[in-house]
């Protein structure tokens, strides 16, 4: 008895501090102008908006093709000029959809440059090892199997996609998770191929290994190991990205907080701690929670920008050293950072030529902005914006969806830019199992292997844009009954069009959005979790056609065929 009398005591006293806190005035809070952002222009007339933004500058050293790169170029924009499909709304039959059984974790692939004979090749790794694939008829060339590739065959994958096509609700969480503890044994995420026509991974030791064609110059030869380079034990660690700098040396941060660079060879790298990886506790809150959480961009200057869990960084690569010297360029700025994780997106950069030029995130806020810093010099007479916590910041937009008002969104997405048009999609599931964290295993479930579920798939597409005329970030349009559950847009401003991997009566489809305009154009209902793209994004090919990560294997979208 006595011990409820504590109990009962204890709460009490709870509840009494907890009614003394909210009868305290604490005085207004910081200043949010960005709250209350003008609408953008040219939304009083969005078709007579220019669609001829300037683009990143090609990588001589990557493969000559639309995606050599995650995100399909240095600068991580994840838009083309080339045009995607136009069409009706409709449902693809089966032919129209060329499907490659590959096994669990092919996120994204990496084109080739075209060989001798005119041909390229798709290069891509996941759980059941590497891949290559004839770019047209998508048949597989060579394997490199895994130690686990018999594991992990066709015929448990269509037990666990049978499975869920029959019941993805809240009581499938078993066969959910069941589906992606394959993903364990990935040995690396992050690929680039070079123009050598060597397809560089970064593995989760700290390694880099290059695989190539036995004979070169030949497309149908097998797959061996061309080089591999490992980290000395003092530097070894988890990386958390790749890219490579225009002159050939692939580049990756540590989640602990070292940028490294290797040459194109394998054979000799360099490094940086970055800036305040000393001071702050680097620790990694858990598995994709470390420092730094995501890849980086570079652009044609050698400029590399990474974000770690306060700050964004801009480091400078000069052909032989790394620099966080800001007398050679280099900087740091902080963002906001309520979330106290930081931010989980991979930097884009906004603006080329003659362009106003950014780096865009969305930053740690529990509501997260999308922010855009000046990547090179700060226009002189700039004033700090109110509500930011550096100068260095251009633009602060929260990431509200609207009407739907959402008061809890983080990413770890990078922010879709085209233009001056940045783009953010919702990630977090309308609903959490009760008995799942809402973070972790829970929103990684809800929005992947059952994302097509009305309970928990998300909604909500905004955009925003920068005003060059008055130096202002914009509200452009925001979609509330678009669903993006796991994948990353890409734009192509060929067709005007923004194209996600969505859903709709638990369906899986390929969505197409007006750029300008944020109307729905058309969609294609593609169908059951055999098209789940499971948090692989949607990418146009030179002959204008949408390829794509799907549960188990990869897919590419080819109407009329």
Known sequence: MKRIFKIVGLLLILLIGFTA??????????????????????????????????FPAANPMAGQSTNPIPHGDP????????????????????????????????????????????????????????????????????????????EYDEVWANKII?????????????????????LRDLSGVYTVVGDNDWFYIAKKDGSVVAYGDENAGDESSKIVEKARFQLPPELAGASVGMNMTYDGWIVFPLEEGTMI??????????????????????????TGYGWVRNSIAIDEAGGIYAVSRNHMHKIVWDGDRLSTDEADGAWTAEYRNGHLEGSGATPSLMGFGDEDKFVVITDGDIRMNVTLFWRDDIPEGWQQLEGTPSRRIAGQA???MGDLNVQAIQSEQTVIVAGYG?????????????????????RGATIGPLGSNP????????KFEWNPDVRRLEKAWVNETISSPNGVPWVSTGSGQVYFMGARD??????AVNWLTGEPTFHYILGGQKYNNMFSGPTIDKKGRIFVGAYFGRMRIEPGR
């Open 261 to 286: 660079a290797v040459s194109p060879d394998l054979t000799e790298y360099r490094s940086v701690r970055m800036k305040h990886a000393d001071t702050e506790d680097t620790a990694t809150y858990g």
């Open 75 to 150: 600068a991580q924009q994840d838009s083309t000029p080339i045009s995607g499909p136009m069409d009706k709304t409709r449902r693809l039959k089966e032919s129209e959809i060329v499907y490659r059984f590959l096994g669990p974790g092919h996120f994204g692939v990496n084109i080739s440059s075209e060989y001798p004979s005119g041909y390229r090749v798709i290069w891509t790794n996941g759980v059941n090892g590497v891949f290559k694939l004839d770019e047209e008829t998508y048949n597989i060339i060579d394997h490199l199997p895994s130690d686990v590739a018999d």
């Open 422 to 442: 940045a783009l953010v999609v919702n990630n977090t599931p309308r609903n959490t199992p009760f008995f799942l964290p809402k973070e972790g295993v829970g």
């Open 21 to 54: 806190l909210k009868s305290c005035d604490f005085g207004p809070p910081p200043p949010r102008p960005d709250l209350d952002l003008p609408l953008a222009p040219q939304m009083a007339d969005p078709a007579s908006a220019p669609m001829d933004m300037n």
């Open 162 to 182: 049978a499975k869920l096509d029959k019941n993805n609700g809240a009581s499938a969480i078993t066969t959910a998770v069941k589906s992606m503890l394959p």
């Open 398 to 400: 929260p990431a509200d």
């Open 506 to 511: 638990n369906e899986w489809t390929l969505e």
């Open 455 to 462: 309970k928990f798939q998300p909604y909500g597409v905004q």
